[in-house]
């Protein structure tokens, strides 16, 4: 495989949106996980398993055993067996395939910055320890359990409680992290909350989140969300989250042919004139000047 350059890196918010590859998703469940992120991955047999390059590092806990499944890195490509409980590490900026009978998995991603020196995870990261760099001879009982607990609650229906003991289990398996395998959770996770939160609106292009709701993903107080999303971008959330409709909302003067009515209802302005006062305040111009401008003769009302 070759080695990807630091531009060709995956986020872990693409590793996600590659819902095919880990199709019971728990993104929900990291916000109050401290900066670890949390995915799990029903069993599977002759279905291959991509790992792409990431911008972070990639721990897998083998839920169930294994006896035979296949294992390529950019190191080696040779047959590995596997016990319930095993780890099997991908670091950053190295891709991997998996195929044969994967066992369930509990993925846990981790951001390189947030490892200490000589963590217990160095060794298998650096490569030292196994000929394909992937393998971390550890058997994790505390993991298998908690992560066996995450798979099962995500195969049952919605109910009221259930999210609610997902990030229970996740700050478990958090805490556990952090005192086993030298993890570091301060300051970096606040960043890492408002950059996931950006990466999301960034993909929005109707139904834009409210303050309250924004917060509640990160999992920080209100007034805290407030106070790091503005260290961190230079803007209030409310007047981040109005760039964005404003900037969606001159995408869709430029390109669709629907009126500005529609264009306020489907970016939440409370109305028509709503969204032309806001325009104008940050644009400059009124929608109907700036269609004129990027040659949309006519913008109807």
């Known amino acids: 495989m070759k080695k990807d350059s630091p531009s060709d890196l995956v986020g872990i918010a693409s590793v996600r949106a590659s819902i095919g590859g880990w199709p019971i998703s728990t993104a929900g469940m990291s916000s109050t996980s401290r ?17 792409p390059a990431c911008d972070h590092h990639a721990v897998m806990v083998a839920l169930a055993s294994s006896r035979q499944f296949k294992c390529e890195t950019h190191r080696a ?32 991603g981790i951001e390189p910055e947030q490892l200490r020196n000589n963590s217990r995870l160095d060794k298998s990261l650096r490569g030292e320890d196994d000929q394909t760099g992937s393998i971390l001879y550890v058997n994790d ?21 259930r999210m609610s003991l ?7 398996l958090t805490v556990h992290f952090v005192t086993q395998y030298g993890v570091y959770t301060g300051e970096i996770t606040d960043r890492e909350a408002i950059r996931r939160i950006i990466e999301h609106l960034g993909r929005t292009t109707h139904d834009f989140p409210d303050l309250s709701a924004l917060a509640k993903q990160t999992g920080l107080s209100r007034f805290h969300f ?3 999303f503005k260290t961190e971008t230079g803007m209030t959330p409310a ?27 489907r970016l939440g302005f409370s109305d028509q004139s709503h969204l032309t006062r806001r325009f104008k ?11 004129r401008a990027n040659a949309r003769k006519h913008l109807s009302d």
Do not use: N
């Not at 670890?36 to 047999?45: G, K, N």
């Not at 066996?148 to 229906?157: F, H, N, Q, V, Y």
């Not at 997902?166 to 478990?172: G, K, Q, S």
């Not at 981040?240 to 264009?263: G, P």
């Open 226 to 228: 407030i106070r790091v």
């Open 141 to 161: 009982v505390f993991a298998l359990y908690i992560g066996g607990a995450i798979l099962e609650e995500m195969r049952k229906p919605d109910s009221e409680w």
């Open 77 to 108: 490509s040779r047959e590995v067996s596997c016990r319930a409980g095993d780890l099997i590490v991908i670091r950053a900026a190295s891709a991997a395939r998996l195929s044969g009978a994967i066992p369930p998995m509990l993925r846990i």
């Open 166 to 172: 997902l990030h229970h289990l996740a700050e478990a």
């Open 35 to 51: 900066g670890l992120y949390f995915d799990v991955r029903e069993a599977s047999h002759g279905v291959e398993l991509i790992v």
């Open 239 to 265: 007047r981040y989250v109005e760039q964005c409709r404003i900037k969606q909302a001159k995408s869709l003067i430029e390109t669709a042919e629907i009126s500005l009515a529609d264009i306020a209802d």
């Open 281 to 291: 305040a940050i644009v400059g111009k009124t929608p109907a000047a700036y269609a």
